[in-house]
């Protein structure tokens, strides 16, 4: 299975990420650290998912929406800050991406999958897992994407790279 827009779709993620300057996110909503953190922790259960397809066993996938923000604060603290996770970020998507080239055949093995987007997108069935990654792709990762566009304008364009 091809990665290229997996690929295509976290770099403009990761980019935005060093672009820095975050402001306050608005009230209920996730912080830069927090959205980035969550995608660390899918970018794990995408994988986990990704190679019981690939050995042919059993798995459901249940997406992270739901995680609790106290969750992803130790996730923040873990890897010292929004630095620390882009780091991991780029290391989890390579993850990912380098077994979905792997699925071959495979990808649309079917998994029971649960997703919550919004009130956009929910899914309760199984589903051909590479459908379930192309909502990763083109549902999910541009998602995070504008909330961290919408937190950079928060804070003023003001750019402080990550490194």
Not at 12 to 40: D, K, R
Not at 130 to 138: A, C, Q
């Amino acid at each position: 299975m091809d990665s290229g827009g997996l690929r295509r779709a976290y770099e403009e993620l990761l980019a935005e990420v060093a672009a820095g300057g975050f402001g306050p996110p608005p009230a209920g909503h996730l912080s830069a650290e927090q959205i980035v953190a969550h995608l660390v922790a899918n970018d794990e259960l995408m994988s986990e998912a990704t190679e019981a397809v690939l050995v042919g066993s059993p798995f459901a996938y249940y997406d992270l929406e739901s995680v609790h923000r106290g969750e992803l604060d130790a996730l923040v603290v873990e890897y010292g800050g929004l630095a620390g996770l882009a780091v991991r970020l780029r290391a989890t998507s390579g993850g990912l991406c380098a077994l979905v080239e792997r699925l071959g055949p495979t990808a649309d093995t079917p998994v029971e999958t649960h997703l919550r987007e919004g009130f956009d997108l929910r899914v309760d069935e199984p589903l051909p897992w590479s459908r379930t990654l192309d909502l990763h792709t083109r549902v999910h990762l541009p998602k995070h994407l504008a909330q961290l566009r919408m937190l950079r304008a928060a804070g003023g364009g003001v750019v402080a790279p990550v490194r």
